[in-house]
């Protein structure tokens, strides 16, 4: 061939060039489409469509929830967000704690939970809790930690109110025998 | 006009171009550069043919003896792209750098320069996803499909597949690129649209799909990419990103590019059957539209590879029924082929063969794929090994038997002898049997449940493995006949005439065999 293009194939060669150039952006494309596609039409809600709300809450029953914290002989600061939170038995909550370390140095504890009335305990589920691992806190480092519990329905009925309360241990490195010795401290 | 063709090699002798390496890395000689792209998926072939019968041999038995079962799906994945990137497509890329200009009374590819770039670009594309296997991680092993959140998490590995998608899609684009604007602007005088050989008008239509999906399928790689070290969470839930969404971009490119990998084998098969017919095609203008219609189809049915993982079953509806409507344009075709051989004067020499293997074999992968198209069937199947089962007799029995079904028909074009028929029969029936031992009894495990891409199965599965591996073995063994048969006609053989099949039509047939360097440089006449 010569090095010269014709203008017929110089023309065609840009266009198709242009077209498979527009192509990569049509992929990324897809992105918000999928996104306003499903929100639009509900397709991606496949396990939400036709299935009733949440039947399990019993919203005829309010409970009161307060939350209580400590910290044993520790140096840190330790609160609930919220003091106390109205729920209906059933309902999934998610609440709040703040925990402060004010030692010059991180800190490992862990937070052991208590109810009160002691038969509660066993109607009160939690799903995701800050107590189920130790935490570890920098020198200073502040952290907010969530949560995310049910009472359940079949929660004796002269219980009206329950109280949440947790109490830091120091966990003095990862050695076993040490972190035993906090808990049958508890 | 054979006389003006010859006259051409003489003059333009290879006197004044590079010799040895260098005249295979500048050149822009379509001959020649079909020939690199031959050769090129053929060595791919050999590479992932390797890594299918390491697969069967850790299959051979229950239990793990060869793989640990990262290595596993390290080969299963590596398999399934170096075959598919690296063997099929530059397979028929070379027919076309051969057969289109000559066949369109061309005097080479419209883009020279480009030519010789898309095919070297295979080359780093290839030693990337190659050596992704000696990498720290090993290569990807999320499945040829680079499902994440698995392709998001795997090792560098990946990232080399990534680059070598990009690569391998530039130099695919580029390259149908060039077959389009030849098609189009290089016709000779007389040749109108619906007087080009099927095998170009397949070419044409693949080319088109290749320039829509190739860029989409690099942009979701591209996502891959920046999930995995730019912070972006396109597929990751925990920045609000969906691991659903890659299904949908990946065979929003995935199901064109199976109609990419197997139109240009209905084109070879068109003429061959044709040929060996000694009768025109059946219903030419209905070929041409059916084509079209299964390339314009392929763009609106990609969430039948997607029916399990969460779809509404209106969507579900939709696409089974979109997909079954492909079966119209595609029956078309195997009905006019059939038509086509109808009342004619037959003879089975090779590439007649292969090319009836191709409408067996095919049709039966059609069929399968009719069951999967069904929802509630696939919501069994999906993943079973009826799907690979499937897919390989589309992919190999289509896409493989085409290709060898056109490599026997125009060898003696390319070499200028006949190959010993003899041993191409044998060749044949090898790979009919065996393909049908390896993959047959897939059906029957895929129904009893057993799933693919894993490296070890259940007791009762032991029987049909044994059998499968087997086969494969035989299968693998087989394509080493049709190297030989390959140098051996290159080498030597019975003088082949400028017509080398007394049925063949079509104006390649027309120069002499072997095709001299340049043809065509003073174009024919089309009556």
Same mark, same amino acid.
């Given at each position: ?186 | ?64 003896? $060869? ?54 670009? $295979? ?5 990337? $996803? ?15 499909? %680079? ?5 998001? #998490? ?39 649209? =619906? ?13 088109? %799909? ?34 659903? %969404? ?105 590439? =007649? ?125 087989? #394509? ?48």
């Amino acid at each position: 061939m010569s090095a010269a293009i014709a203008p017929s194939n110089r023309k065609l060669i840009i266009r198709l060039a242009l077209f498979s150039a527009l192509m990569f952006p049509v992929g990324y494309a897809l992105v918000p489409l999928y996104t306003v596609f499903c929100n639009f039409s509900g397709l991606n809600q496949v396990n939400l469509t036709g299935v009733p709300a949440n039947s399990q809450v019993d919203m005829a029953r309010e409970v009161n929830i307060e939350f209580d914290s400590n910290v044993h002989d520790m140096p840190w600061k330790f609160r609930p967000i919220q003091s106390h939170v109205s729920v209906h038995p059933g309902e999934v909550i998610q609440v709040e704690f703040e925990v402060v370390n004010t030692r010059n140095e991180a800190v490992t504890g862990q937070a052991i939970p208590s109810y009160g009335p002691r038969e509660a305990g066993e109607f009160f589920k939690k799903l995701s809790c800050f107590c189920f691992e130790k935490q570890t806190l920098a020198a200073g480092e502040s952290r907010r930690m969530p949560v995310v519990f049910v009472v359940e329905r079949n929660l004796p009925k002269e219980i009206g109110t329950i109280t949440l309360s947790y109490t830091f241990f120091e966990v003095e490195g990862n050695k076993r025998a040490e972190a035993k010795a906090v808990q049958a401290g508890s | 006009m054979e006389a003006t063709a010859m006259g051409h090699a003489d003059s333009h002798g290879h006197g004044h171009q590079p010799t040895g390496l260098m005249r295979w890395m500048t050149t822009t000689n379509h001959k020649d550069i079909g020939t690199m792209y031959l050769w090129f998926s053929f060595a791919m072939f050999i590479v992932g043919g390797c890594m299918a019968m390491t697969i069967r041999a850790e299959l051979f038995q229950p239990g793990l003896q $060869l793989l640990e079962p990262e290595r596993f799906n390290q080969m299963t994945t590596l398999h399934g792209l170096i075959m598919v990137f690296g063997a099929i497509m530059p397979a028929f890329v070379g027919f076309a750098n051969w057969m289109i200009p000559m066949q369109i009374g061309a005097a080479d590819m419209a883009f020279g320069r480009l030519n010789n770039w898309s095919f070297w670009l $295979l080359i780093p594309a290839s030693i990337l $996803l190659v050596t992704s296997l000696f990498v720290p991680g090993g290569a990807p092993a999320a499945g040829w499909t %680079l499902y994440p959140p698995l392709s998001v #998490q795997l090792g560098m590995g990946m990232d080399l597949a990534i680059f070598a998608v990009h690569i391998l899609g530039i130099s695919s684009i580029l390259g149908s690129i060039n077959i389009i604007t030849t098609i189009l602007n290089l016709r000779a005088p007389g040749m109108t649209m =619906m007087k080009l050989p099927m095998f170009a008008w397949t070419w044409l239509i693949t080319a088109f %799909l290749i320039i829509a999906v190739m860029p989409v399928f690099a942009g979701a790689v591209t996502m891959l990419l920046t999930d995995r070290h730019f912070g972006t969470t396109f597929f990751s839930a925990s920045g609000g990103g969906d691991p659903v %969404l890659f299904q949908h971009v990946f065979w929003f490119f995935g199901h064109p590019e199976v109609y990419i990998v197997i139109l240009p084998g209905f084109g070879v098969v068109s003429q061959v059957i044709s040929a060996f017919s000694r009768k025109p095609l059946f219903g030419y203008a209905s070929m041409v539209y059916a084509t079209a219609s299964i390339a314009i189809l392929s763009f609106f049915v990609w969430g039948h590879h997607m029916y399990t993982v969460g779809m509404p079953v209106t969507g579900q509806l939709y696409f089974m029924y979109a997909t079954m409507l492909i079966a119209i344009p595609t029956g078309v075709k195997v009905f006019n082929w059939i038509s086509t051989m109808w009342r004619g004067a037959l003879t089975f020499e090779t590439p =007649m063969l292969f090319s009836l293997g191709f409408i067996f074999l095919f049709t039966m992968g059609g069929f399968s794929g009719l069951v999967l198209a069904m929802t509630p069937v696939d919501v069994q199947m999906q993943d079973t090994y009826y799907v690979v089962a499937h897919f390989h007799y589309t992919m190999v029995a289509g896409a493989l038997f085409s290709a060898f079904a056109g490599a026997y028909y125009w060898l003696p074009k390319w070499t200028g002898h006949m190959y010993d028929e003899t041993l191409g029969k044998i060749h044949f029936w090898l790979t009919m049997i065996f393909f049908n031992m390896t993959f047959f009894v897939q059906h029957f495990l895929g129904l009893a449940g057993m799933p693919r891409r894993i490296p070890d199965y259940a007791l009762q599965f032991a029987e049909f493995n044994k059998i499968s591996s087997i086969g494969a073995f035989g299968l693998g063994l087989s #394509q080493l006949l049709f190297l030989y048969v390959v140098i051996k006609c290159i080498k030597g053989g019975p003088k082949a005439e400028a017509k080398s099949w007394d049925g063949a039509t079509g104006l390649e047939w027309d120069l002499p065999s072997p095709a001299p360097y340049h043809t065509w440089e003073t174009q024919p006449l089309v009556k």
